[in-house]
Antibody
Framework: QVQLVQSGPVVKKPGSSVTVSCEASGGTFTSYSFNWVRQAPGQGLEWVGGIIPLGGIIRYAQKFQDRATITADKFKSTVYLELRSLRSDDTATYYC?????WGQGSQVTISS | AIQMTQSPSSLSTSVGDRVTITCRASQDIRGELSWLQQKTGVAPKVLFFSATNRHGWVPPRFSASGSDTEFTLTISSLQPEDLATYYCLQDYNYPYTFGQGTKLEIK
């Protein structure tokens, strides 16, 4: 069973960028597809995008198409989400997930 | 994008009650639906995947059914530890989409 461990909380200024990481262990990295999901305070779940490392397939939700980049490092068994041009409404917990397991979440706070 | 309509949005229930949550997809999603449980302040956990496949940690009082566009999550006898918000997720095609969530409250 894969386990997903994410990077810690960060505070960023509006207009800057953030990179969140997710390290997978306990399974074969290239056998999974990974998704990034975010949850603003008190809100529901929102799919940001996903990556299938084996095939190099990457997809984004339309609203993140221009600001998000998802990558995978097979040697580190780690996937990354970079989000640029941060705004206050990007304040959220960002989760990585496979079809069966979720990471613990990474709190991203945007504040001037 | 496929729209997922989940109902009810909240439910006030009692221990021992039978609870049913429904998710309707705007098109056939070929059974590619997951149910998630999220307790306050922690990450969601997968209950079921591919509509009816139970994750290993899930107690037998939870069941899931459905196909095409209509899916149901049932808790046969609600326990206090089932207090949570439940979400459906379609992973049939991109962009993946979630239901709005159902918040269970214990009377």
């Amino acid at each position: 069973q894969v386990q997903l461990v994410q990077s810690g909380p960060v505070v960023k200024k509006p207009g800057s960028s953030v990179t969140v990481s997710c390290e997978a262990s306990g399974g074969t990295f290239t056998s999974y597809s990974f998704n990034w999901v975010r949850q603003a305070p008190g809100q529901g779940l929102e799919w940001v995008g996903g990556i299938i490392p084996l095939g190099g397939i990457i997809r984004y939700a339309q609203k993140f198409q221009d600001r998000a980049t998802i990558t995978a490092d097979k040697f580190k068994s780690t996937v990354y989400l970079e989000l640029r041009s941060l705004r206050s409404d990007d304040t959220a917990t960002y989760y990585c997930a496979t079809s069966l397991e979720w990471g613990q979440g990474s709190q991203v706070t945007i504040s001037s | 994008a496929i729209q997922m309509t989940q109902s009810p949005s909240s439910l006030s229930t009692s221990v021992g009650d039978r609870v049913t949550i429904t998710c309707r997809a705007s098109q056939d999603i070929r059974g590619e639906l997951s149910w998630l449980q999220q307790k306050t302040g922690v990450a969601p956990k997968v209950l079921f995947f591919s509509a009816t496949n139970r994750h290993g940690w899930v107690p037998p009082r939870f069941s899931a059914s459905g196909s095409d566009t209509e899916f149901t999550l049932t808790i046969s006898s609600l326990q206090p530890e089932d207090l949570a918000t439940y979400y459906c997720l379609q992973d049939y095609n991109y962009p993946y989409t979630f239901g709005q969530g159902t918040k269970l409250e214990i009377k």
